[in-house]
């Protein structure tokens, strides 16, 4: 009998700590009858307390550290010192129970507003559910220097309960990824990855594939007709609120080809077709035919008579593209040229052109462009022997090319009162006439993850250095470095990442100059 006794006793004192823990839901259920306050919403916010933004960039699963609002109704006025009770839900499950925090101390309660209860977090995408809500504050005046007492338990009809709660809400965030369905496929696949609104979140979808076409559905498949960029829209909607999001993807499942043509003069064969390859990948192989029987595997192609020539580039994945190219007269290559030359000659390039005749006043302008034929430039001008019908001879001596190119295009425009026409177009490299015995090396070249250290190979190692690094598109950096005993300079830690593609690297050290070619692969 004593045994028994004893855990009668041991569980009534059971019941007893569990009333006293869980008070609030026991009078959540029995005694909040005037609900003269009310939480009518949760929300999640930003860890600065502002609400997220359609542009926020969060994937899936990103861990979110915020915080959670709320906001009430106050139909009566008063109170302070508010007790809030809860348990948290993710994704329908509970991660954490008998939630307690302290609103408005020794503060009126605020209604209509939305107030910080404290920070939270979570992945982005889960559900977060605010349940077993039970809510009282003191009544009267507000008293300052109060606080919640935690300790207490209330016995009053002035507190608000609500058992199935409420969702912690986010916007609606309409968001999609997209990827390719293998190597040489246009044909791409769309993920929806919209998170928030209203639940029960059965969204509905709209698509737009940049005019080309819409969808709709959570993950669309759609065919574009090649590699390019597009804008996509993407409409979400709960059920109350819809929002539109828009992006621009580039599609590269295969490779675009680019051409720079510069036509033949009448009865010549001058034209050139320069040719640039993105995407795909490397390294690529090209088959070109043209009229009466041309063939090339060349990448640029030179001497061409007027036509159509056709490409066929193929990347190492086996993708294949192919373009169609027509070179017509050129009506403005035509002046009275019986010998156009540029030759290479040690440190100079010499041009010399030769005319069957001339009118008064003719004028003939040097023309250069660095690293392609895009770019012409005068650097130089000619003055004319004045009308005449006889073979003239003319020259022009270059010494003003820059030294970060190796290749260089020259032509002559020959001005007059009447018109201007011009030569055609002659290449050189520098390599023809320039002997390059580096003392300098650059390793990996092309550079993975822009890694690139030089190093000197010869026993000359100088105390003081000059680097400049230029690309295409500016001088980037000029540095003056004392070089230290090892000879080595880690070019990252002098500049930073290296942009991708072709830089041109200046070293000068005493009276000696060089140039490297770097190959960034950011």
Known sequence: M???????????????TIAITNSYMLYAQNSCTQNNIVATNYQLRNSSGQPFSVT????????????????LTNNTGGGYNMRMFYDLYRNNNISATDQQDCL????????????????????????????????????????????????????????????????????????????????????????????????PYNYTYQWDFGGLGTATGANPVFNFPGTG???IGMTANDGVTTTTIQKDIYIDPNFGITVDIF???????????????????????????????????????????????????????????????????????????AKFQVLAEKSKIL?????????????????????????????????????KSTLTNYSFIDQSYPFYENRFYYRIAKTS???????????????????????????????????????TIENENPSNVRLELLNSYQLLQAKDLILDDSGVIDLN?????????????????GTKIETIKLIGAN
């Open 2 to 16: 004593k045994t028994t006794l004893k855990h009668k006793i041991i569980i009534v004192i059971a019941f007893i």
């Open 56 to 71: 926020d960039d969060y994937e899936l699963g990103d861990p979110v550290t915020g915080e959670l609002w709320v906001t």
């Open 104 to 199: 408005f101390i020794a503060t009126e309660i605020l209604a209509n507003t939305w107030v910080r209860v404290r920070p939270i977090s979570w992945n982005w995408g889960d559900v977060i559910e605010v349940k077993n809500i039970f809510i009282d504050w003191t009544t009267g005046t507000v008293k300052s220097g109060t606080t919640c007492d935690f300790g207490a338990v209330k016995k009053t009809s002035q507190c608000y309960s609500s058992p199935t709660g409420f969702t912690a809400a986010v916007p609606l965030f309409p968001k999609f990824d997209f990827a390719d369905n293998g190597i040489c496929n246009t044909t791409i696949q769309f993920t929806s990855e919209t998170i928030g609104g209203s639940p």
């Open 229 to 231: 960029t597009y804008t």
């Open 263 to 337: 036509p033949t003069k009448k009865d010549e064969s001058s034209g050139m077709i320069y040719t640039t390859v993105g995407g795909g990948t490397e390294p690529y192989t090209y088959s070109w035919t043209g009229p009466d029987g041309y063939t090339s595997t060349s990448k640029d192609i030179f001497n061409l008579s007027d036509g159509t020539y056709n490409l066929l580039v193929t990347d190492s994945n086996g993708c294949q593209q192919t373009e169609e190219y027509t070179l017509d007269i050129a009506s403005i290559l035509g002046f009275n040229l």
């Open 351 to 387: 041009i010399n052109w030769e005319v069957t005749s001339e009118t008064e006043n003719s004028v003939y302008e040097i023309e250069r462009s660095n690293g392609n034929a895009k770019a012409f430039s005068t650097i130089g001008t000619v003055s004319g022997d004045g009308a």
């Open 417 to 455: 009162s009447l018109e201007v026409s011009y030569s055609p177009v002659k290449m050189v490299e520098k390599q023809d006439f320039l002997e390059s015995k580096n003392s300098w090396q650059v390793y990996p070249n092309p550079c993975s993850e822009c890694k690139i250290i030089l190093t």
């Open 493 to 509: 830690a002098v500049f930073g990442s290296i942009p991708k593609g072709l830089s041109i690297l200046k070293i000068e050290w």
